[in-house]
């Protein structure tokens, strides 16, 4: 089993920029495919990004595309979620997620077998 902790979420104004992370331990790194997903209060937990165990393919909501970048190093066991350009409505609780299945295939909560705990992001107006 993979082990995930997030960090990095905060306040924010509109239109600033957040780094998150999310450090891993347990299992090898490199065996996940890794993902991003939020949850806004009294909303399902969407699904934002998605990367591949190597880092070579990312792929992207559309409500996410052009503003938030994927990123791991595998060396460092981390993924890292680069949100820039934010807006209120990407205030929630996002988390970081592992897959042993192929990321191509992985577009939903349900396709993650390991969570973290998350971490808040506020975006004030």
């Known amino acids: 089993q993979v082990y995930l902790v997030e960090s990095g979420g905060g306040l924010v104004q509109a239109g600033g920029s957040l780094r998150l992370s999310c450090a891993a331990s347990g299992r090898p790194f490199s065996s996940y495919a890794m993902g991003w997903l939020r949850q806004a209060p009294g909303k399902e937990r969407d699904w934002l990004a998605t990367i591949t165990k190597n880092g070579g393919i990312t792929y992207y909501a559309d409500s996410v595309k052009g503003r938030f970048t994927i990123s791991r190093d595998n060396a460092k066991n981390t993924m890292y979620l680069q949100m820039n350009n934010l807006k209120p409505e990407d205030t929630a609780v996002y988390y970081c997620?592992?897959?042993?299945?192929?990321?191509?295939?992985?577009?939903?909560?349900?396709?993650?077998?390991?969570w973290g705990q998350g971490t808040q992001v506020t975006v004030s107006s």
């Open positions: 997620a592992a897959t042993v299945r192929l990321a191509y295939v992985v577009r939903s909560a349900t396709d993650f077998e390991s």
